[in-house]
């Protein structure tokens, strides 16, 4: 880093996103994207809107607000459109929390929880999961005043565990914490998980909030689009920090693939359903080679074999052409997360295991 560099930012752990490498071709099951095409009528959306780049974007993303509202049923003044599902978890964070009022978040979840407290001066509050990987929604209660939180962000499912818990026990969390925002990070819940989205439409617990994204289920990673789901108070909030930052923050392309892709619930549903199927596929063929695997509620499975180290696996699969998400934090080091991909992918993957494991006793 050069001399001009912030002491306070020198010291920031950065997020580590997934491998994307460029020297070969591999079977790409580290970061979680679809293995299928965006909806049919995205491409012709989007070169549509190509020949308006001249012109900005919509701050407000007026259009895709309102198809989105209608997907969901709710109220345009519930949502606010960003650059990704971070982007609105970001703002979310920056609005609720501060120097004197902590972010709260569980020891094992989505990595980018603490960068965002380093970046912004925010104090953690950080709760072990149980050692299956739980989350006990008691350790919870009452955070907002033994711990003076700001807000608490909890991602249902978890990543990288799959591991998700019922809409209503998020809510009574939220309850149970009156003076701080609750946060559903709901990247993953279109594959098995419940939504906190029907407490959006009635406005009760008036302090939760939802952020999901068109990166999974709608097979949008690389057009970077997310959302919010809020009581109207709380997006009047984020919406004062996103123009306080950055204003055009969906772009016109990237509007119009969302729109298109909200447009086509079959094609969305069809996809959600394979990958579901081929999760449950995965899961037993891992478990018959003698895996332990978690019961995942996401578009990925989280495991591990007594056979070898998860490094040592990951490595050793990585030769093979096959990429999968290795964690080196202690809780997490013997475990993979693997993403679901196709059927063809994930034979793919199992072939390759079965020439790298040792022989099971």
Not at 51 to 65: Q, R
Not at 80 to 109: H, Q, W, Y
Request: charged share 20%; proline share 8%; with cysteine.
């Amino acid at each position: 880093m050069s001399r001009y560099f912030t002491a306070e930012l020198a010291a920031l752990e950065p997020y580590t996103p997934g491998e994307q490498p460029q020297n070969r071709q591999y079977i790409k099951l580290n970061t979680n994207e679809s293995p299928y095409p965006p909806a049919p009528g995205v491409a012709g959306a989007v070169e549509q809107a190509a020949a308006k780049l001249a012109l900005y974007s919509d701050p407000e993303s007026g259009a895709l607000v309102r198809a989105a509202a209608g997907w969901f049923g709710v109220q345009p003044g519930n949502i606010l459109c960003g650059n990704g599902s971070d982007e609105n978890l970001m703002l979310a964070i920056r609005a609720f929390c501060s120097k004197d009022r902590p972010l709260a978040f569980a020891d094992v979840t989505y990595g980018f929880y603490p960068v965002w407290c380093q970046l912004f001066g925010i104090p953690q509050a950080v709760l072990p999961l149980k050692e299956d990987f739980t989350l006990d929604p008691a350790d919870y209660y009452g955070l907002d005043q033994s711990r003076n939180v700001g807000a608490i962000v909890i991602a249902n499912p978890n990543a990288p565990t799959g591991l998700a818990l019922p809409a209503e026990a998020l809510a009574e969390i939220a309850r149970r914490n009156p003076d701080a925002v609750v946060i559903v990070d709901e990247a993953y819940v279109d594959f098995g998980g419940e939504s906190c989205v029907p407490f959006v439409r009635r406005g009760d617990p008036a302090n939760l909030m939802v952020v999901q994204t068109f990166s999974k289920s709608r097979s949008l990673a690389g057009g970077r689009l997310g959302l919010s789901l809020a009581p109207e108070a709380l997006t009047a909030d984020l919406k004062r920090v996103k123009y306080s930052m950055n204003p055009y923050n969906v772009n016109r392309m990237t509007e119009a693939a969302g729109i298109a892709a909200l447009t086509d619930r079959a094609y969305f549903e069809q996809n959600c359903a394979a990958i579901r199927a081929t999760r449950a596929q995965t899961t037993a063929a891992l478990r018959r080679r003698g895996f332990t695997v978690l019961d995942s509620s996401a578009n990925f499975v989280f495991a591990r074999c007594p056979r070898l180290p998860g490094g040592e696996l990951y490595r050793r699969l990585k030769d093979r052409g096959v990429l999968v998400r290795h964690f080196d934090a202690p809780r997490l080091a013997d475990w993979l997360r693997i993403t679901i991909g196709s059927p063809e992918q994930m034979q793919g993957l199992l072939k390759a295991l079965d020439a790298v494991l040792p022989p099971q006793d």
